[in-house]
């Protein structure tokens, strides 16, 4: 399984962004796509997920309210919407399929990784 992510860019601060994720097939029904985000010096850390069949969907605390995980079925590709964007908010995002929900384990396949970085 291969993913592409995309959409990064550089922003102003309250901006919205909208990152892609295009999976190169379709996850058996049990998995769960992922973005993580790790900003300069910093570990890396969840950000939201999708379950690819049932579409359930899990956040971080800093990403409820802000940020938006959907999945389009048809395309391959799981999308995340980031609203009100924050100079914190500044790393690179990837995505990762996955199978399990615990998101302190390096599992599964991932991508390249985005750069998202949002000037104050």
């Known amino acids: 399984v291969q993913l592409q992510a995309s959409g990064g860019g550089l922003v102003q601060a309250g901006d919205s962004l909208k990152l892609s994720c295009v999976v190169s097939r379709r996850p058996i029904s049990s998995y769960l796509i992922a973005w993580f985000r790790q900003a300069p010096g910093k570990e890396q850390e969840f950000v939201a997920a999708?379950?690819?069949?049932?579409?359930?969907?899990y956040y971080a605390d800093f990403a409820k309210g802000r940020f938006t995980i959907s999945r389009d079925n048809a395309k391959n590709t799981v999308r995340l919407h980031m609203i009100s964007l924050e100079p914190e908010d500044t790393a690179v995002y990837y995505c990762n399929s996955r199978l399990t929900q615990h998101w302190n384990t390096q599992t599964g396949y991932w991508g390249q990784g985005t750069l998202v970085t949002v000037s104050s």
């Open positions: 999708v379950t690819w069949t049932t579409s359930s969907q």
